[in-house]
């Protein structure tokens, strides 16, 4: 998090470092041990999520106060990348939790949860029956299918549910949805132009929404091989994810990635100090350090050993909870950091089953490409000719294999 408001360990971590040296979950003694304390940390103009939580236990079946409670911890879960608070979201919404005929604000928020646990099957049923149903949300939930089905690498689909959603959503919403299709059907420069386009009028949307514009825009300008105007896009994202007192990790990740491809590791540590709890984030840390440690810094160097056990020991609590959340970032590490391509490509073939996106694509590659196994790569080119996206980054992947990957 931006401003060190967070988790603030409290009674028994002497105890849990011990243990975490070593590799092993700790237990408490007895259920009256306090193993952590957190403080309450507090959305951009919302109360705190101690308040709403009170309100909402005072009512706990009335719909807004319990929409309040999950929705604020659905944000905090997503911002701070912890699952506990999916589980404070979905006890907020227990009482329709099984129900069909749930108030569509509750599924819809529901789906998002699902969707947050990659619960998908469950999560498009929801979705649907907004969408089939006349009700305002199913225009919300067109665009929610359509960033699934992005993700899955089907653009054909989303861009069904996006060019449906178009009409009944805000203008860079729509802008972003329509134009994240047309990067992955092989219109990149079309959609980054529409995309450019829609942000200067939209300066009352969302900061949500733009930053997800900002995310999108930078990734199609990557794709086009232009990285002045990825960078651009890069930082009015940060600037307004600053402004209002929150945080992206997707952003800063993918900011990150950009930064260290181009061998700017000191923006990358300045960028991500603020961040070490985030697994994604402290990830693109260490790689930061490791890089400046080969290149003289001991410092650094020693820094990235600690941070590496650290990443070490949290990937395999995320295994232990069956968490396939971070498998992507697990590949990335098991690469880049541990040097085992073999448990890289384990991941990212595992990953691929239900994540299928350039960035996916250039990372399975990759790992196949260190572990001598070009029969994984065959569903990278399958996928790319099915879809027809173009990416100069896929490009130089594919090209570096010897011989060549096929093209499309």
């Given at each position: 998090?931006?401003?060190?408001?967070?988790?603030?360990?409290?009674?028994?971590?002497?105890?849990?470092?011990?243990?975490?040296?070593?590799?092993?979950?700790?237990?408490?003694?007895?259920?009256?041990?306090?193993?952590?304390?957190?403080?309450?940390?507090?959305?951009?103009?919302?109360?705190?999520?101690?308040?709403?939580?009170?309100?909402?236990?005072?009512?706990?079946?009335?719909?807004?106060?319990?929409?309040?409670?999950?929705?604020?911890?659905?944000?905090?879960?997503?911002?701070?990348?912890?699952?506990?608070?999916?589980?404070?979201?979905?006890?907020?919404?227990?009482?329709?939790?099984?129900?069909?005929?749930?108030?569509?604000?509750?599924?819809?928020?529901?789906?998002?949860?699902?969707?947050?646990?990659?619960?998908?099957?469950?999560?498009?049923?929801?979705?649907?029956?907004?969408?089939?149903?006349?009700?305002?949300?199913?225009?919300?939930?067109?665009?929610?299918?359509?960033?699934?089905?992005?993700?899955?690498?089907?653009?054909?689909?989303?861009?069904?549910?996006?060019?449906?959603?178009?009409?009944?959503?805000?203008?860079?919403?729509?802008?972003?949805?329509?134009?994240?299709?047309?990067?992955?059907?092989?219109?990149?420069?079309?959609?980054?132009?529409?995309?450019?386009?829609a942000l200067p009028d939209s300066a009352n949307a969302a900061w949500g929404t733009e930053l997800w514009a900002r995310g999108v825009a930078a990734e199609l300008a990557l794709r086009i091989g232009n990285p002045a105007q990825a960078r651009q896009h890069f930082d009015a994202g940060v600037r307004r994810m600053h402004a209002a007192g929150s945080t992206d990790p997707a952003l800063l990740a993918a900011f990150a990635d950009f930064l260290l491809e181009q061998g700017q590791t000191a923006t990358v540590r300045?960028?991500?100090?603020?961040?070490?709890?985030?697994?994604?984030?402290?990830?693109?840390?260490?790689?930061?350090?490791?890089?400046?440690?080969?290149?003289?810094?001991?410092?650094?160097?020693?820094?990235?050993?600690?941070?590496?056990?650290?990443?070490?020991?949290?990937?395999?609590?995320?295994?232990?909870?069956?968490?396939?959340?971070?498998?992507?970032?697990?590949?990335?590490?098991?690469?880049?950091?541990?040097?085992?391509?073999?448990?890289?490509?384990?991941?990212?073939?595992?990953?691929?089953?239900?994540?299928?996106?350039?960035?996916?694509?250039?990372?399975?590659?990759?790992?196949?490409?260190?572990?001598?196994?070009?029969?994984?790569?065959?569903?990278?080119?399958?996928?790319?000719?099915?879809?027809?996206?173009?990416?100069?980054?896929?490009?130089?992947?594919?090209?570096?294999?010897?011989?060549?990957?096929?093209?499309?």
């Amino acid at each position: 998090m931006s401003h060190k408001r967070g988790w603030l360990l409290a009674a028994g971590l002497s105890a849990i470092a011990a243990l975490a040296s070593a590799g092993a979950p700790y237990t408490p003694r007895d259920d009256q041990q306090i193993v952590e304390t957190l403080r309450q940390p507090r959305l951009p103009g919302m109360a705190s999520l101690r308040e709403l939580r009170a309100r909402w236990l005072t009512q706990p079946t009335l719909v807004p106060t319990a929409l309040a409670y999950a929705r604020a911890a659905l944000e905090l879960s997503r911002r701070e990348e912890d699952p506990r608070y999916l589980g404070y979201a979905q006890a907020a919404l227990a009482p329709w939790w099984d129900r069909a005929k749930a108030p569509p604000e509750v599924v819809l928020l529901r789906a998002s949860l699902r969707l947050a646990r990659m619960e998908y099957p469950a999560a498009e049923l929801d979705l649907q029956s907004l969408i089939a149903s006349d009700v305002p949300e199913g225009a919300a939930a067109r665009v929610t299918r359509a960033g699934l089905r992005l993700s899955q690498g089907d653009p054909v689909a989303a861009g069904t549910d996006c060019a449906a959603a178009a009409p009944h959503v805000g203008p860079l919403t729509a802008a972003t949805c329509l134009a994240a299709v047309r990067g992955l059907r092989g219109d990149p420069h079309g959609g980054l132009a529409a995309l450019d386009a829609a942000l200067p009028d939209s300066a009352n949307a969302a900061w949500g929404t733009e930053l997800w514009a900002r995310g999108v825009a930078a990734e199609l300008a990557l794709r086009i091989g232009n990285p002045a105007q990825a960078r651009q896009h890069f930082d009015a994202g940060v600037r307004r994810m600053h402004a209002a007192g929150s945080t992206d990790p997707a952003l800063l990740a993918a900011f990150a990635d950009f930064l260290l491809e181009q061998g700017q590791t000191a923006t990358v540590r300045a960028l991500l100090a603020d961040y070490p709890r985030h697994d994604s984030l402290l990830l693109r840390l260490t790689l930061a350090e490791q890089a400046d440690g080969r290149a003289g810094d001991t410092s650094a160097a020693a820094s990235a050993i600690e941070r590496t056990r650290q990443l070490a020991l949290r990937f395999s609590e995320m295994r232990q909870r069956a968490d396939r959340s971070h498998l992507r970032d697990e590949a990335l590490f098991e690469l880049e950091v541990r040097g085992d391509p073999a448990a890289a490509l384990s991941r990212m073939t595992e990953s691929w089953t239900f994540l299928r996106d350039p960035v996916d694509a250039r990372l399975l590659l990759r790992a196949a490409r260190a572990a001598a196994q070009p029969g994984a790569a065959t569903v990278v080119t399958a996928w790319i000719g099915s879809t027809g996206v173009r990416d100069r980054r896929l490009d130089a992947e594919r090209a570096a294999w010897q011989p060549p990957l096929p093209a499309r």
